[in-house]
């Protein structure tokens, strides 16, 4: 993806030292690029304001969102299209090696997503159902609950805007990611049913 690519880019060709920072939706190829290099990632919520304050903290030299806006903190701390556009320039003018031969090294990865309705007034209980199956795997509560697992993580996020809930996952492949997916919006689906007054 684009954000991979400017992880790389970023990692390689950005002299000044700095953090990589990404929301909880990016996939684990950011840290296995950032790593490589000797950089750190930081993870933070996914809404678009908490990611533009990630870029404010002094230390990140990128920050990433996972639909494409990207924000280099030393220029401007903020989305800005054609800062992206002269950095990209700027770093593959420096490339020893053709475009598609850097993204064709990236790692793969395997993400799906997908919303489901959920009542205002179910949102709490399906939360804290989803916390009750969480106890059974390696939790973070930094945005929503992610779990982690032998084959990736999923992500179950209550929309702050709708009366829906997102279901974010990654697995060692696609059919791994999307029966994480599946299963979860089965489960809220189920709660949501069972729980109608």
């Not at 489901?116 to 939360?127: A, E, N, Q, R, S």
Request: aromatic share 12%.
């Amino acid at each position: 993806s684009a954000l991979h690519l400017f992880v790389y880019l970023t990692c390689k060709y950005e002299e000044k030292e700095g953090n990589i920072t990404v929301p909880l939706t990016a996939a684990t190829a950011v840290e296995k690029i950032a790593n490589s290099f000797g950089r750190d990632v930081i993870r933070t919520k996914v809404s678009s304001r908490a990611i533009m304050e990630a870029a404010l903290d002094g230390k990140t030299i990128f920050v990433g969102a996972q639909d494409g806006g990207y924000i280099f903190p030393r220029f401007l701390p903020a989305f800005d299209g054609i800062a992206t556009f002269f950095k990209l320039m700027e770093y593959l003018a420096q490339a020893e090696k053709p475009l598609s031969e850097i993204i064709a090294s990236l790692p793969s990865y395997c993400l799906s997503q997908e919303s489901t309705f959920c009542p205002w007034d179910k949102k709490g209980l399906v939360m804290r159902r989803v916390m009750e199956v969480a106890k059974d795997y390696d939790t973070e509560m930094l945005d929503g609950v992610k779990m982690y697992g032998d084959k990736g993580w999923v992500l179950v996020l209550p929309d702050p805007d709708e009366p829906t809930v997102r279901i974010y996952a990654e697995g060692i492949t696609e059919h791994d990611a999307e029966y994480e997916v599946s299963r979860f919006v089965d489960f809220i689906n189920d709660i949501i049913k069972n729980n109608l007054e």
